[in-house]
Each structure stands twice: as structure tokens, then as C-alpha cells.
């Protein structure tokens, strides 16, 4: 059942994918969001022409595929994958969608509510603006577990403005005994400080220190992982499945958190969770906005063997994205539930699609 069409709806900020098969059925998967029109340029110029032709049921071979044939190898790197993860997840909608099963049933699950953690983006407010967005998550959506942001991005040991990072930890640590809380460093420490951060920490009832270090130096996170007192958890920008490999090996991080967008599909991401399970790990993924990266880490935490606590569920307000598809993933009561519907469940605002950029790639003769 040969691939016939690609199609992509686009902004800047998220780009969906439509394959179509020659029997005239579709499916529907999303680019990593950000950067959006970037990726939808490589996708067909790069990722389309291998994608066409290939057998849409094939879904391991065709994104193999996508990776290697033509030469693709050597432009091998984020965007690459960012484009190809539009053309896996549509395949695995389109599969889900011939069995009538929801892609977490194709895995061996079930479709179920997933918990969630609310998620703050934000670096400019102050621990009181934290606290306060916090209890409002807690009072209206019923969330009981957190995650926020301390020092600067890659940022050498900076912090956002003085003593915010320290004031923050023991704030919310106060306002939330015993909650799940989450401290992420998007890579902004060296090892010694981040040995030193952790302590404080511990105190303020954090279970994971994210992101410690900057994600390429493997050998600075594990060194912080050894020596915290709080477990690491990262891994959200590692799209390779052999950098994952050494992250595992090295003992980087306590818990592991691939972004199925990031890493090029569902289908790698797997790799990623069966190699966890090897080494006794939890899965907890990054999706960090309501898009579909939502959705998919949502359908593979209701069917592996290892997932984490809860997902995280993105606090700020996200108008690019809130009306493209239905249903909306809303937080009710701590949890997010997983469409009911064959594939992944939803259906595209046909408004939405019409305002975007559109581009189509096509098998020849078809």
C-alpha cells in the first residue's frame, strides 16, 4: 500500500503532516513544533522524495528509510529528525486507523487518563509569581505536581536575576509539601555548582533536578548525577539513538525523558524506552506545549512498561496551536485523557488548515 501523497499545513511555530496511501486512506502526524517552516522545507525536499512510494504499512522500514536512502545520511542531525517524526507519526495514525485501535493499542495498551504535571516555561517572573501560577493550576485543574525553572539557559551559572533560584526552591518547596516537583536547569551549570544547587534542592522537596548541564557534555551530567543529592533527569534534546546509548551507559540520568518530536517519531522513540527498560529506568517525556507531541507522548505512556509518574502538560498559553485540532488536551483534575478514537484521536479544524501554509509532494503517476 504504496505512499502516494504528502502534505503539510504550516507556521513558524507547527507544521502537520497528511500522508495519503494509494487506496486513498490518510493520516495525520506533526513536525516537532518550532522552527516549523524550516522543517517543513527539508521535509520535502529532503524526507518526501524517499517517503513516496514506500509501503505506508511498513512503518520500522519506510522511516529507516527516510534516514538513510538518497544520501539523507549526511544531513543527519535535529532537523532531519524533526521532519521525519511528521512522516512516522502519520504512518502510525494511518495504522491505527485500518485496525480501528488507537495507537496506544497497537503498543498494548489502553487508551486512559495520563497524570500530569504542570509546567512553568517561564525565567522572567519572580518565586512569587511561580507560587501564585501554581496554586491557580492546583485550584482550577486540580494539578498536585509541578515544574519550574532555575538559572539561565547554557548559562555558565547565571542566574535570571539575583537570588531568584534560591528563593524559588525554598517558596515552593513551602507552598507544596510532599508534591512531585520537578527544578529544570535547561543545561545552565557547571558540575560543582550544580552539585552545590542540589542540596538545596533536597531541602525544598524537588524529586528531579533536570537538565543540570548542557546535554552535549554526557560526561558533566553523569558526574552530577553520581554526586547530587537530588536524581537527574534529561534527555529531551538527544535525537541519536547512540548519544542515548552512552546517556544509559555513563549513568547521565536517573529517569529519562526523550521528546518523540525531537527524536524523529514514535518509532525511535521506542528504541529509546526498550533501552531504559534495560538499564531499569522510567520513561517521563518532554512535551512541553498542547501539539500533538502532547498526544503521542500520551499514547506511548499508556502503553510501555516503564513510564514515569506523570507527563508534563506546558503552563503557557499556546494560541498557535489550541484550535488546530479536536478534542483540545485539557487538564481536568491533575490528568489529561487520551482521545477515544481510532489512530491518535482527533480531527483536524479544517479553519485551522486553510490558514496555514500549504505544500504537497507527490508519487509520480499517481
Known sequence: ????????????????VRLTAEDGSTGWGQTSPFGADLTA???????????LGKDSTKIGSTVRSCFRERFVFKFRGTFLCRAVCGIDTALWDLAGKRER??????????????????????????????VEGFKKWRDQRGANAYKY???????????AFPGRTEE????????FPGSFIVADGNGGYSPARAIEISRLLKEGGVAYFEEPCVYWDIDATAQVNASSEVPVCGGEQDYDLLRWQLIFEKRAVSLAQPDVCYLGGLSQTLEVVGMA???????????SNPSMVLLFSMHLMAAIPNPGPYLEYGMDESPWVTDAFSPALEMVDGKVAIPEGPGWGITMNEEWLDRAEYRCSELEGS
Do not use: N, W
Open 1 to 16: 500500500m504504496k505512499i502516494v501523497r504528502v502534505e503539510t499545513f504550516h507556521t513558524t511555530y507547527v507544521c502537520f
Open 41 to 51: 522545507d527539508l521535509l520535502h525536499r529532503l524526507v518526501a522524495p524517499i517517503a
Open 101 to 130: 485501535k488507537s495507537v496506544c493499542e497497537l503498543l498494548g495498551g489502553s487508551p486512559r487518563a495520563i497524570p500530569v504535571y504542570a509546567s512553568s516555561m517561564r525565567r522572567e517572573t519572580s518565586p512569587s509569581q511561580e
Open 149 to 159: 525553572k532555575i538559572g539561565v539557559p547554557a548559562g555558565d551559572d547565571a542566574d
Open 168 to 175: 524559588l526552591i525554598a517558596s515552593v518547596g513551602r507552598e
Open 277 to 287: 527498560e534495560q538499564h531499569g529506568l522510567s520513561i517521563m517525556p518532554h512535551a
